[in-house]
C-alpha cells in the first residue's frame, strides 16, 4: 500500500525535524506556522505513515569504548535470493554493524562497523565473515574520519 503524498506543511514539519528534532510541539508549530494541535496531528501522521523513520540521540561511540571503523566490502560467493536473504538476515542481528549497504557493482554489500581497535576487527572479520558459507571474499578499508552530510531536506 502506497503511503499518501506529502503536502508543503508535511515537507515544512520533516525540515525543522531534521534540523532540530528536539523541537517541541509548540516550536515546531510556530516553524511551520501551524496551530498546535494541527501540528500534533499531522506529526502522529507522519509517524504512523513512516516519513518520520525513528528517534535517536547521536552518542559519541567512543564513550563504549569503540574508537576504530572501518567499511568491509562483502563478495557474495554465489548469487542468489537465499545467499542473499541469509546474510542481509544475519549482518542485522551484529552489534559491531552501523549500518549495510546492499550494492550493485564488484561487492555485494558494504558494512559499516565500530569495534574497539585493530584486534576486534581482525576478530570480527574473521569470526563474523569468513565463516559464513554463503560469503566469498572480504576487502576492509579503515575510515579515518566519518563526516555526516545534513538531511536532504534541512536546507529547505
Not at 560467493?77 to 545467499?83: G, I, M
Not at 558459507?133 to 531536506?153: A, I, K, N, Q
Amino acid at each position: 500500500m502506497a503511503r499518501p503524498s506529502l503536502d508543503r506543511t508535511d515537507v515544512a514539519l520533516l525540515a525543522a525535524l531534521a534540523k532540530n528534532a528536539r523541537l517541541s510541539n509548540k516550536e515546531l508549530a510556530a516553524a511551520v506556522d501551524l496551530a498546535p494541535s494541527s501540528t500534533l496531528e499531522r506529526f502522529r501522521r507522519l509517524v504512523r505513515d513512516g516519513w518520520l523513520r525513528g528517534f535517536h540521540a547521536d552518542v559519541e561511540p567512543a564513550a563504549f569504548g569503540l574508537t576504530l571503523e572501518a567499511m568491509i566490502a562483502v563478495r557474495l560467493k554465489q548469487h542468489s535470493r537465499d545467499n542473499f536473504t541469509a546474510f542481509r538476515e544475519y549482518v542485522q542481528t551484529l552489534p559491531e554493524v552501523v549500518a549495510a549497504y546492499h550494492m550493485a557493482g564488484e561487492n555485494d554489500f558494504l558494512v559499516h562497523v565500530r569495534v574497539r581497535d585493530a584486534d576486534h576487527l581482525r576478530d570480527f572479520a574473521i569470526d563474523s565473515f569468513t565463516t559464513r558459507p554463503e560469503v566469498g571474499h572480504l576487502d576492509t578499508s579503515l575510515v579515518f574520519e566519518h563526516l555526516r552530510g545534513g538531511s536532504p531536506l534541512a536546507e529547505e
